[in-house]
């Protein structure tokens, strides 16, 4: 089952030409989720390949470079002849200033835009098998970040065993794995729990936006699969990032360690580390020894299971 992270945007509030503003796209299985849409997110989207089929918004704050594709965008979407209904989830007290910045210039979109606030701890959005929860961060206005988790997937199916225990290949390997009692063939009852390992874990992806270091995406990234954290500066504006409330590479490969989660991308990268962010990259890996990336935009990465050989 796929689970795709395009990342579209990866730079900081002023544009570069190598970095457009905040916007990830994640493909989990045909379900299309935008996690902000910064300026120019549409062309992004054409530029790469990804599509205009997204199903719904996570915007983490109402800073420019997180939020200004957004008119744009559905404006593009319904010249398209989009009638689908888009739902776009935001921080509480933040429903007016979107609703504004959707109808802007007047635009009235033929299709239904749902603005739906959630709080940090809550879950937006409910799905076949995931669900997407805010959760608390820490910038210079309300903000919030967003984790996707998966189901528990049920554990291996043991064939060999139940050949010898006399279930008869077919339909019945799938009732035992869906976790239902089967008959074999000479009559006994042959339990899931005989022929089925433990559940498996399913993935998770935590997107942090804009934030200084915090104790809650220690807690929500607790061994993630991936996590997507704030990086605007290298350690020598460490100053800067506090002025600013945003995290430098080193204080976000910190948190990764702490959470011990397999890779860490870093994103928001500033523009004054156009030429260059290496070292930022360099920061982060002096305090994380797992897989720590600086991705270009475009940069399109498979997120693997847990237990995947």
Do not use: W
């Not at 339909?171 to 006994?188: M, N, Q, S, W, Y």
């Not at 807690?219 to 993630?224: D, E, L």
Request: with cysteine; aromatic share 6%; proline share 7%.
């Amino acid at each position: 089952m796929s689970l795709r992270v395009t990342f579209l945007g990866t730079g900081g509030a002023v544009p570069t030409t190598e970095r457009a503003p905040s916007a990830i796209l994640i493909n989990r299985e045909g379900d299309r989720l935008l996690f902000d849409c910064g300026e120019g997110t549409q062309r992004q989207m054409m530029r790469f390949g990804t599509g205009f089929g997204i199903d719904h918004i996570f915007v983490s704050h109402l800073h420019g470079d997180h939020v200004l594709g957004i008119p744009g965008l559905i404006q593009t979407l319904d010249f398209n002849g989009r009638d689908e209904p888009l739902t776009i989830h935001c921080p509480p007290n933040t429903h007016g200033d979107l609703h504004d910045l959707v109808h802007a210039v007047g635009h009235d979109p033929g299709f239904r835009v749902a603005i739906e606030p959630v709080k940090p701890g809550e879950v937006a959005l409910y799905a076949d098998g995931y669900r997407v929860e805010a959760f608390e961060t820490v910038h210079r206005t309300r903000s919030q970040g967003y984790v996707l988790t998966e189901a528990d997937r049920p554990g291996r199916f043991d064939r060999p065993k139940a050949e010898a225990l006399g279930v008869p290949v077919g339909p019945k390997f799938g009732r035992l794995h869906a976790g239902e009692a089967v008959e074999a063939e000479d009559g006994t009852v042959v339990e899931p729990e005989q022929v089925v390992g433990p559940p498996r874990p399913g993935r998770t992806v935590v997107y942090t936006a804009d934030t200084r270091p915090h104790d809650r995406t220690v807690a929500v990234a607790r061994g993630a699969d991936l996590l997507i954290h704030d990086a605007t500066f290298a350690d020598g504006l460490a100053d800067r990032a506090r002025e600013t409330a945003h995290s430098t590479g080193r204080e976000a490969g910190e948190i990764a360690a702490r959470a011990d989660v397999t890779r860490l991308a870093l994103v928001h990268i500033s523009s004054r580390y156009a030429g260059d962010p290496s070292s930022i990259r360099d920061d982060a890996r002096a305090a994380f020894d797992g897989d720590c990336f600086i991705p270009e935009d475009g940069h399109r990465i498979e997120v693997p299971f847990p237990d995947a050989e």
